[in-house]
């Protein structure tokens, strides 16, 4: 079974840019979630989506946003892009249902610079 | 909403010796909590994971600790390995809708020769 896939790998962008990253979840999941990883902050929750609606959304400004389509790929978007907003973005996906945890399968995640 | 601190950040043990990282969660709701290992430049795997009706759990060299009156939670590495050598996360599960995973800011393991 081929884990979860995330395009692109790595891509540069300038501040006021916007960008689109994309998420394939293992087939039969439904939930996607997404992560964004800087040094020294862990792992930032940013949003979840389960059959297309997003269930949970963390602490980001309004410029994060992400949507998941009916065969649960997801894709996040970040518009007018800030330096800070340099980052690893993991995408995870979950067999857990509507209240059960469960565990997360992360992808290789999309390491996206802002110059 | 939830808060997870993790501690410590960076820890250093020889070839052998045990190693423990600790959490502490804010919301008394929480019911699951797994731990994550990334190895430099991988993806964050699942290691181990514990549910609030359990006290303690082991797999081989590593066992979780739950303390729910306390609030905190450790994972326990015995007898370890170069191998161990990786980021660790803890992270807590608040249930009532939703994945939403809260994790800890890592704790750097370094296991020397």
């Known amino acids: 079974k081929a884990g979860v896939t995330q395009t692109p790998r790595y891509l540069i962008k300038t501040r006021g840019q916007q960008v689109t990253l994309s998420c394939s979840p293992i087939?039969?999941?439904?939930?996607v979630s997404w992560y964004q990883q800087t040094p020294g902050q862990g792992l930032q929750f940013l949003f979840e989506?389960?059959?297309?609606?997003?269930?949970n959304k963390g602490n980001f400004p309004g410029r994060f946003s992400g949507r998941q389509f009916s065969n649960s790929r997801s894709e996040m978007n970040v518009s007018t892009l800030e330096l800070g907003d340099s980052a690893l973005y993991l995408c995870?996906?979950?067999?857990?249902?509507?209240?059960?945890?469960?565990?997360?399968?992360f992808g290789e995640g999309s390491r996206l610079t802002v110059l | 909403g939830e808060n997870v601190e993790q501690h410590p950040s960076t820890l250093s043990v020889q070839e052998g010796d045990s190693a423990v990282i600790k959490c502490t969660y804010s919301?008394?709701?929480?019911?699951?909590f797994p731990w994550y290992k990334q190895e430099l430049g991988k993806r964050p795997q699942l290691i181990i994971d514990?549910?609030?009706?359990?006290g303690e759990k082991k797999d081989q060299r590593i066992a979780v600790t739950l303390n729910k009156t306390a609030k905190h939670f450790s994972l326990h590495i015995t007898e370890t390995q170069p191998e161990d050598s990786a980021v660790y996360f803890c992270?807590?599960?608040?249930?009532?809708?939703?994945?939403?995973?809260?994790f800890g800011t890592g704790t750097q393991l370094k296991v020397e020769l």
């Open positions: 995870a996906s979950s067999l857990a249902g509507e209240t059960m945890s469960g565990e997360l399968f």
């Open positions: 087939s039969g999941h439904r939930s």
């Open positions: 989506y389960f059959s297309e609606t997003q269930r």
């Open positions: 919301d008394s709701a929480s019911n699951y």
């Open positions: 514990i549910r609030s009706n359990v």
């Open positions: 992270a807590a599960f608040l249930t009532g809708g939703g994945n939403k995973l809260t």
